[in-house]
C-alpha cells in the first residue's frame, strides 16, 4: 500500500518528515515533493488544504496544476525580463515611450534595460545620410513652359523625438512637402534659367523652402542638400531647345572672343598713345631748344651786325646761297653774252661715275667738273668763282 493512500499519510510514512520506508532511508518521492510544493504554493496565494483522509486526495491533480502554473510564470517573468534588454549604436538614439508617453531624455548609445510591455523603445539612426530622388514631369514654369526635372534631396535625422511622436509618417510628409517647393520653385522661374545658369539658385531655394516646411511640421528632419540632377525639355521639342541652347552657347563664345580682342588691343593703344606722348613731348622739348638756340644765335649775329654791316651782310647772303646750292642737285648758270642757259645735272654725272666705277673723293669730281664747263664760262674770275661756291658747299666750309 502506498505511503499516500487513506490513512497512511502519517508523519511516520512521510518523506518529508523523515520517516523509514520498510526500514530503510531512501529519496523523497516526486509526488511527494509536488504535493508539498503545492501546498506552499496555495499557503501564499491564500488557498486553503483539504482535511485529511479522501479531501487531500481529491485536491492532488489540482495541486499539481497550480504548481505548473507557478513554474510556468516564473519562466515567462524570466523571459520578460530577458526581453527588456536592448543596444544602441553608436550612430543611433533611442526614443521610450512609456503607456504612450515620450521620457524627457533620448536613450544614448550602449547596453539599456526597458521593461518590456511598459515601454516601448524606438530606434532612431540620427548620423546616416539619406537621399531620396524626386521624378517631376511637365512642371509649368513662370513663361508657361514645360519642362522634366529630377531633384535629389538629402536629409538626416536631427530631432529623434519630434521624428518618432510629432508626425505619424515622417517620411511621407518629407515626400509631399519636397514636391510642393520643387512646384513652387519651377513655377517661380524661367525655362532658360532652369536650363542654364539658375540651376543652383533654384536648388538653394528648394532646399530654404524645404526645410521651413519641415520645421513647421516639427518632423525633426533637417535637409542637408538639394541638388538637381537633370532638367531638360519634353521629348516632343527636344530639339528646338538644343538649337536654342546651341546659339547661346556661340552668343556666348563670340562675347568671349571680342572680349579677350579688346583686353588685347586696349593695352596696345594705351601704349601707343603713350608712346605719342613721349615723342610729342620730346619734340617740344626739340622745338624749344632749337627756339632758344636760334635766338641766341640772332642776337650774336647782331652784335656783329651793329661791328660791321656790310661784311655781315656780304657774309649771310653767301651763307644763304651755299645752303640753297648745297640742297639742289641740278644747277642752272647764265651765261653772259647771249640769252643761253647752262644747265648742269650734278645728279645724273653723278650717277654715271659711279655707274663706270669712279666712286672717288666728291671734291675731286667736283674739280673735274668745274674744268669741263669752264670754256663755256664768260671768264676766269666766274669759273672760278662756280668752282670755289660748289666745292665749298661739297665741303661745308665757307668761303
Excluded: C
Excluded at 490513512?7 to 518523506?15: F, I, L, R, S, T
Excluded at 538653394?204 to 531638360?232: F, H, P, S
Excluded at 661715275?353 to 663755256?376: C, H, I
Aim: charged letters at 20%.
Amino acid at each position: 500500500m502506498a505511503w499516500n493512500e487513506p490513512g497512511n499519510n502519517g508523519n511516520g510514512n512521510n518523506p518529508w518528515g523523515g520517516g523509514r520506508r520498510g526500514g530503510d532511508q531512501g529519496p523523497p518521492d516526486i509526488d511527494e515533493v509536488i504535493k508539498n510544493l503545492s501546498k506552499k504554493v496555495n499557503g501564499l496565494f491564500g488557498s486553503s488544504s483539504g482535511g485529511s483522509g479522501g479531501g487531500g486526495a481529491s485536491q492532488a491533480p489540482g495541486n499539481m496544476s497550480a504548481g505548473v502554473l507557478v513554474g510556468l510564470v516564473a519562466v515567462a517573468a524570466i523571459i520578460w525580463g530577458f526581453m527588456g534588454f536592448y543596444v544602441v549604436d553608436e550612430a543611433e538614439r533611442g526614443v521610450v515611450l512609456r503607456f504612450g508617453k515620450v521620457l524627457n531624455a533620448t536613450v544614448a548609445p550602449g547596453l539599456h534595460w526597458n521593461p518590456p510591455i511598459v515601454d516601448e523603445v524606438n530606434l532612431v539612426n540620427v548620423s546616416e545620410l539619406n537621399a531620396k530622388t524626386y521624378e517631376n514631369r511637365a512642371m509649368l514654369t513662370t513663361d508657361e513652359n514645360i519642362i522634366d526635372i529630377d531633384v535629389t534631396v538629402q536629409y538626416v535625422i536631427q530631432d529623434p523625438v519630434n521624428y518618432v511622436i510629432a508626425v505619424q509618417d515622417p517620411e511621407r510628409s518629407l515626400d509631399n512637402a519636397a514636391e510642393s517647393a520643387i512646384r513652387h520653385e519651377v513655377g517661380s522661374n524661367f525655362m532658360d534659367q532652369i536650363l542654364t545658369t539658375g540651376r543652383e539658385q533654384m536648388a538653394a531655394a528648394v532646399q530654404d523652402r524645404l526645410q521651413e516646411y519641415m520645421d513647421n511640421y516639427d518632423t525633426g528632419i533637417r535637409v542637408a542638400r538639394v541638388n538637381v540632377v537633370q532638367a531638360q525639355p519634353p521629348d516632343a521639342v527636344r530639339p528646338a531647345f538644343d538649337d536654342v541652347i546651341r546659339a547661346r552657347e556661340d552668343e556666348q563664345r563670340a562675347q568671349n572672343q571680342a572680349q579677350q580682342f579688346a583686353n588685347q588691343r586696349i593695352p596696345e593703344a594705351r601704349g601707343e598713345a603713350q608712346r605719342q606722348i613721349e615723342q610729342a613731348n620730346a619734340y617740344k622739348q626739340q622745338a624749344i631748344a632749337q627756339a632758344e638756340g636760334e635766338a641766341s644765335r640772332f642776337d650774336q649775329l647782331l652784335v656783329e651786325y651793329q661791328k660791321a654791316p656790310e661784311v655781315t651782310r656780304q657774309r649771310l647772303y653767301i651763307e644763304s646761297l651755299q645752303d640753297v646750292m648745297t640742297a639742289s642737285s641740278k644747277v642752272m648758270i647764265d651765261v653772259e653774252g647771249g640769252n643761253n642757259m647752262l644747265y648742269v645735272p650734278l645728279d645724273k654725272i653723278m650717277e654715271q661715275n659711279a655707274a663706270a666705277g669712279r666712286l672717288g673723293d666728291n671734291t675731286q669730281d667736283l674739280r673735274d667738273l668745274a674744268n669741263q664747263l669752264a670754256p663755256y664760262l664768260p671768264g676766269p674770275s666766274t669759273a672760278n668763282s662756280v668752282d670755289r661756291t660748289r666745292i665749298g658747299g661739297s665741303r661745308g666750309g665757307r668761303p
